[in-house]
Structure formats: structure tokens, C-alpha cells
């Protein structure tokens, strides 16, 4: 018996992005940018390592997967920010979510959102895979 077995896959989301598109959107909009999608959690995580803008990319590609395995309809209406990304204490990044997203997991029965990040110093990426019970 596997892990899964008992789950049912609800949505899948992948995302790339270029570090260099972010890094390039940082400094074009600022504060105002990097409020308006990331957390105070993300800025504190991603700024006290060596490769802040590395690590805020693949922040970025994984709201956009997480977002994008939901129903197109239903997601269009949400925000990045809603979408916040944690490591635990072994680095294996998870999933909070927070306003309409938050209640639209809670809508759709979803039990879990699975993200796997990773990022090179050109390339972000992430998948999301949303658990149904």
C-alpha cells in the first residue's frame, strides 16, 4: 500500500521563471513589488541567504504553480501573496495559504498541496500538486 492511495489528485501547476526577470522587477518596482508579492516571512527567508534573488524566484515560480493548479476559472481571481512558502526544519519547502486561496483550498476539499522547488543561478522553477482526500 502506497502513501497516495487513498488521495486523489486534484490539480497539478508547474512554473519557470528567469532569476533575471525578477531580479529586473525588484529594481524597477521596489518595495511596491515585493510587497505586493511576497511575505514578510519570504523577504526575511530569502534575503538572509547568499542567493536572495535565486530563492525569491523559485518563491515566485511556486505561488505561480500552486495557483495554476487550480481551476483556471477560480484562479485568475487570486494573489500571489495569498501564497506563502516555507522551509521546515530539514529545508523541504511547504505550503500556506492564506484570503480567497486559502478559501478556496478549504472549498475544493483540498487535504494538501505538494510543491518541489528548485532554482540555478538563470532558472526558478516549481510544481504543485494539489491532494484531494
Known amino acids: 500500500m502506497n502513501i497516495f492511495d487513498n488521495f486523489k489528485v486534484a490539480g497539478n501547476g508547474i512554473d519557470i521563471v528567469e532569476v533575471d526577470r525578477i531580479k529586473k522587477a525588484i529594481e524597477r518596482g521596489g518595495d511596491d513589488f515585493l510587497k505586493r ?19 525569491l524566484a523559485a518563491r515566485f515560480a511556486a505561488k505561480e504553480a500552486v495557483l495554476k493548479a487550480f481551476d483556471e476559472g477560480k484562479a485568475k481571481f487570486l494573489r500571489l501573496k495569498e501564497v506563502e512558502v516555507f522551509n521546515d526544519e530539514n529545508g523541504k519547502p511547504y505550503i500556506e495559504l492564506h484570503g480567497d ?15 518541489s522547488i528548485s532554482h540555478t543561478k538563470r532558472l526558478a522553477v516549481a510544481n504543485a500538486i494539489l491532494i484531494k482526500k
Open 37 to 55: 508579492v511576497f511575505t514578510e516571512n519570504e523577504l526575511k527567508y530569502s534575503n538572509g541567504h547568499k542567493y536572495a534573488y535565486e530563492r
Open 101 to 115: 486561496t486559502k478559501r478556496l483550498k478549504d472549498k475544493d476539499n483540498i487535504d494538501k498541496i505538494l510543491i
